[in-house]
């Protein structure tokens, strides 16, 4: 079964505009983590905020957390034609030392 | 810098052929992992291995072994494919099994199954 979903499933938005994406999960984590893969390639890892964590940034992406509601949610600001691709979270549950349980993603579009 | 590199990029089989995905890894990591992914789902573990030596199951492990050939390389061979496993195969790498390691994906192999 899937511990993370992400919400929405699709969104499309011009570029220059904020692009929010949010993901649920059922058990207690470790770790939340985000990753983009774009048509055709592999997952490339974007961010890891740890349970313990509230807010992290890098660069144009800020993650929030929390954990009382058990979601997390991405956000992309300023967004561009380039950031147009799929985005997971990615969960490590405190009962597994290996295992990532991933969402089954956002496709976020990006419009020129 | 080649990452984690995934041969072949694609390939059809028959049902009941039998076949080895290949997967080799240059960053020195100890961890690998084998996934799938299904049109609308996420990626599911289908097996992994700790460190060199040492192999587990994950969540779909059905229909498939691996075996991992030395520190860089890991493979994932179907015995007697199905269409069922039809699917999008992303090999993975990881420093070690710490909590705070991020995963380093190939750019999978695009499996049919006729």
């Known amino acids: 079964s899937q511990q993370g979903e992400e919400d929405p499933q699709a969104l499309s938005i011009q570029e220059g505009e904020n692009a929010t994406m949010n993901c649920s999960y059922k058990?207690?984590?470790?770790?939340l983590q985000w990753y983009r893969q774009n048509s055709g390639r592999g997952l490339v890892h974007l961010i890891l905020i740890r349970s313990n964590e509230r807010e992290k940034h890098s660069g144009r992406l800020r993650v929030t957390l929390d954990t009382s509601k058990k979601s997390s949610s991405l956000l992309i600001t300023a967004s561009r034609a380039a950031d147009t691709a799929s985005y997971f979270c990615?969960?490590?549950?405190?009962?597994?030392?290996?295992?990532?349980?991933f969402g089954s993603g956002t496709r976020l579009l990006v419009r020129p | 810098n080649a990452g984690v590199t995934q041969t072949p990029k694609f390939q059809v089989l028959k049902t009941g052929q039998s076949m080895t995905l290949q997967c080799a890894q240059d960053m020195n990591h100890n961890s690998m992992y084998w996934y799938r992914q299904d049109p609308g789902m996420g990626l599911r573990l289908i097996y992994y291995?700790?460190?060199?030596?040492?192999?587990d199951k994950g969540e779909v492990p059905n229909g498939y072994n691996v075996s991992r050939l030395n520190k860089r390389e890991f493979s994932l061979r179907l015995e007697s494919a199905a269409p069922s496993q039809t699917s999008v195969y992303f090999c993975a790498s990881s420093e070690g099994q710490g909590a705070g390691q991020p995963q380093h994906f190939g750019d999978g192999t695009r499996l049919s199954i006729l």
């Open positions: 058990t207690s984590i470790n770790n």
């Open positions: 291995s700790a460190s060199e030596g040492t192999t």
């Open positions: 990615a969960t490590r549950t405190m009962d597994s030392s290996y295992k990532l349980i």
